[in-house]
Antibody, heavy 120, light 108 residues
Framework: QVTLKESGPVLVKPTETLTLTCTVS??????????VSWIRQPPGKALEWLAH???????SYSTSLKSRLTISKDTSKSQVVLTMTNMDPVDTATYYC????????????WGQGTLVTVSS | QSALTQPPSASGSPGQSVTISCTGTSSDVGGYNYVSWYQQHPGKAPKLMIY???KRPSGVPDRFSGSKSGNTASLTVSGLQAEDEADYYC????????FGGGTKLTVL
């Protein structure tokens, strides 16, 4: 059974850096067909793709957020880490990680998500 | 990348069919057969329902189907059931990935 679970702070202050960890099980981060993506959803709003990383360390970032995002992986720990700098209240959202398939770019399955609130 | 355009709402009675559209451009929906659809119930994570325009993952009822014409993809839910009431999002490859704004499906 494939599962993903997000972890990280519930509350961050404006201008701080957010670090989120996605721990996966049921598949390997060294699998050439698969990777991990981060996607967020502000309360009551739509999904927004942030970044993804594949087994060969190929990375891709949202154009609008690229300067603030860094994605990395630790294959031995089955973890993918996303950092987002200079957090702002508009970044308040539920952050999801999801397995992504290399060719079809489909997200399946998703983690349960973690709500991050940006407030002083 | 601009978000794909979906109607904010759709509705139908139990047993009826409803179609949700997802309009993009030749740079995303129209240019690739990598359109996916996700179902999201309140407070839950999204679930993959359709990928590569019309393929269904195992376990997804065949009441859900997908298609594409030009720059517009569509999700059709046939034989509506109460549990189909949810938000639906499309996504497409566009060099990276872009999502639609979501459609709230109400079963009357």
């Amino acid at each position: 059974q494939v599962t993903l679970k997000e972890s990280g702070p519930v509350l961050v202050k404006p201008t701080e850096t957010l670090t989120l960890t996605c721990t996966v099980s049921g598949f390997s981060l060294s699998n050439a067909r698969m990777g991990v993506s981060w996607i967020r959803q502000p309360p009551g709003k739509a999904l927004e793709w942030l970044a993804h990383i594949f087994s060969n360390d190929e990375k891709s970032y949202s154009t609008s957020l690229k300067s603030r995002l860094t994605i990395s992986k630790d294959t031995s720990k089955s973890q993918v880490v996303l950092t987002m700098t200079n957090m702002d209240p508009v970044d308040t959202a539920t952050y999801y990680c999801a397995r992504i398939f290399y060719v079809e770019l489909r997200f399946d399955p998703w983690g349960q998500g973690t709500l991050v609130t940006v407030s002083s | 990348q601009s978000a794909l355009t979906q109607p904010p709402s759709a509705s139908g009675s139990p047993g009826q069919s409803v179609t949700i559209s997802c309009t993009g451009t030749s740079s995303d929906v129209g240019g690739y057969n990598y359109v996916s659809w996700y179902q999201q119930h309140p407070g839950k994570a999204p679930k993959l329902m359709i990928y590569e325009v019309s393929k269904r993952p195992s376990g997804v009822p065949d009441r859900f189907s997908g298609s594409k014409s030009g720059n517009t993809a569509s999700l059709t839910v046939s034989g509506l059931q109460a549990e189909d009431e949810a938000d639906y999002y499309c996504s497409s490859y566009a060099g990276s990935v872009v999502f639609g704004g979501g459609t709230k499906l109400t079963v009357l």
